[in-house]
């Protein structure tokens, strides 16, 4: 004669159990969420895995309510491992997910080596270009202090050759040059 089934509401096993796999529900989605956030497929994979055998110990739990006194037992000892070996997995996962491994520092270093290249490329590109603003602006005050000289000796020689037609074409020339380099130093540097 078989044991009728009743069912055990009030289990308080059961209720344990059940507070247990709440847990590793909540533990579980925090891990969905990192594992999404890292968009690390394998990992999602894994906890959907885990999430499969939560639900498998949910109805082993809502089982074991309905199980006769015999089956139970039995039934209490499965459930108990299915609930350690999830936990255990989920924290092994968890610690995969948290724990400052070698893979992760070397991936840090790499990244901040590649950071401290990038930054002397763009100091070198920025000195460059301030040499070349340097060098232009040098090569513009020369222009106009040789533009000047140049004015002021054809300016002389047109004097001592009488204003001379050759002379004039030369001072006019001179002044022309002049006029150039001073108003590209007036608009480059301003009126001070």
Do not use: C
Not at 27 to 42: D, G, I
Not at 84 to 110: C, H, P
Not at 154 to 171: D, F, H, P
């Amino acid at each position: 004669m078989t044991t009728p089934q009743t069912p055990r509401d009030n289990d308080p096993v059961a209720a344990k159990f059940e507070a247990e796999v709440r847990e590793v529900d909540a533990r579980l989605k925090v891990l969905k969420a990192q594992a999404e956030a890292r968009k690390a497929k394998s990992d999602m994979d894994e906890i959907s895995g885990l999430t499969a055998t939560k639900e498998r110990v949910k109805k082993n739990i809502a089982d074991l309510k309905q199980k006769a006194s015999a089956e139970y037992a039995a039934t209490k000892r499965e459930v108990e491992k299915e609930i350690k070996d999830l936990q255990a997995d989920i924290e092994r996962v968890n610690e995969r997910f948290t724990t400052w491994d070698s893979a992760r520092e070397r991936q840090l270093y790499a990244r901040l080596d590649e950071a401290d290249a990038r930054l002397k490329v763009w100091k070198a590109q920025a000195d460059q270009k301030r040499a070349d603003q340097t060098m232009k602006r040098h090569d513009d005050l020369a222009t106009l202090e040789e533009q000047i000289a140049l004015a002021r000796a054809q300016s002389a020689a047109a004097k001592r050759e009488k204003y001379s037609a050759k002379a004039v074409a030369a001072l006019e020339d001179s002044e022309r040059y002049f006029d150039q380099a001073y108003d590209a130093a007036v608009k480059r540097y301003g009126k001070t």
